[in-house]
């Protein structure tokens, strides 16, 4: 059996470790971003909620653009 089958340590989707179904996909959720930024859930909701995280809205479903986080986080380091 196929290692990334057999260990499902991360608990991602069809058997592959989370880490490496999230790195990829174009989009990730808001509890991912926090994670990623090093801040709660609760204050990434509030940033969106205050614009100032990129966000698409599928329905009730909240989604980030990797792309769009890492250019404002690029524009951010160059002011």
Same mark, same amino acid.
């Given at each position: +059996?196929?290692?990334?089958? $057999?260990?499902? *340590?991360?608990?991602?989707?069809?058997?592959?470790? %989370? !880490? $490496? $179904?999230?790195?990829? %996909?174009?989009?990730?959720?808001?509890?991912?971003? $926090? &994670? +990623?930024?090093?801040? *709660? %859930?609760?204050?990434?909701? &509030?940033?969106?909620? %205050? !614009?100032? @995280?990129?966000?698409? /809205?599928?329905? /009730?479903?909240? @989604?980030?653009?990797?792309?769009? @986080?890492? /250019? +404002? @986080? &690029? &524009?951010?380091? /160059? !002011?």
């Amino acid at each position: +059996m196929p290692e990334h089958v $057999a260990n499902n *340590s991360g608990g991602g989707r069809r058997g592959l470790p %989370r !880490q $490496a $179904a999230n790195g990829n %996909r174009l989009c990730i959720t808001v509890p991912e971003a $926090a &994670e +990623m930024l090093g801040i *709660s %859930r609760n204050f990434a909701y &509030e940033l969106v909620k %205050r !614009q100032e @995280l990129p966000v698409i /809205k599928f329905g /009730k479903r909240l @989604l980030i653009p990797r792309v769009a @986080l890492e /250019k +404002m @986080l &690029e &524009e951010g380091i /160059k !002011q």
